[in-house]
């Protein structure tokens, strides 16, 4: 069994910045971050890589190469980044990056199972899930707190619901949103020693017949760009400010 994951990289909003004078939103030097229940449904997916699924990394938006790399590390087996030329900001507008999935699974093989975060941010759902499964014409669950597939080519999840959760069934290939939540699972640093380099598929224009494909070297052991930030405060205020910071970066809920 194949199970795509989806992992969109957009902008975190507290980098961004407002040009007074042109009267637009500067997002040149804004720090990607992975979108809410992206990495949930990472984690899912690799529940499911535990017993026997091959697993797919999807990546969305130019910031996601750090995210792939991390998936690698924690045991994806392929790596492909989507970039397209012109392609807008995945917090503006998801609508050409559905699109480009859609046709991209018609032209060169779908996976059986896509997982999605179902949060694009913490203050709404996103419509990739429902738009990709209606586009694919493939049954849609949402919601999911945890997915298992069985042989016989059926998906169960368990579904958060208004009061209570349920258990619901549909036939693959199929599309299943995953809902947000605690965040456990990080690359631990052996996983991420061990990992080395791995191929990672980037593709230009993936779903047209004109697609660039190169394939490029990702040391999932380089370590990420860090800037450097010095604070100082009295104590209080000082952990105030690194617990902030650390809430920003997505290693503390």
Not at 184 to 194: G, I, R, W
């Amino acid at each position: 069994m194949r199970v795509a994951v989806v992992l969109r990289s957009i902008c975190d909003p507290s980098s961004l910045r407002v040009s007074r004078g042109r009267g637009v939103i500067e997002t040149g030097r804004a720090r990607p971050i992975l979108a809410a229940g992206d990495r949930r449904a990472l984690e899912e997916a690799l529940r499911l890589h535990n017993v026997g699924a091959h697993l797919v990394g999807l990546g969305l938006g130019s910031g996601a190469e750090g995210f792939l790399r991390e998936a690698a590390a924690l045991g994806v087996d392929e790596l492909i980044h989507l970039r397209g030329e012109g392609m807008p900001h995945l917090e503006l507008d998801e609508s050409p990056w559905i699109e480009l999935l859609a046709e991209g699974f018609e032209r060169r093989g779908a996976p059986d199972l896509v997982l999605v975060g179902h949060r694009l941010n913490n203050r709404r759902a996103s419509p990739l899930g429902p738009r990709l499964a209606e586009r694919l014409g493939w049954p849609l669950l949402t919601r999911a707190l945890q997915v298992e597939m069985d042989s016989g080519g059926q998906v169960r999840a368990r579904c958060a619901g208004e009061k209570a959760s349920a258990l619901w069934e549909a036939p693959l290939p199929c599309v299943v949103t995953i809902e947000d939540g605690p965040r456990s699972l990080y690359a631990p640093l052996p996983a991420t020693m061990a990992a080395g380099p791995g191929e990672l598929e980037v593709w230009m224009n993936w779903a047209s017949g004109n697609a660039e494909k190169t394939v490029e070297t990702v040391d999932t052991n380089a370590a990420p760009e860090v800037r450097g930030e010095k604070l100082a405060a009295e104590p209080r205020r000082l952990a105030q400010a690194l617990a902030q910071r650390l809430r920003r970066w997505g290693l503390l809920d």
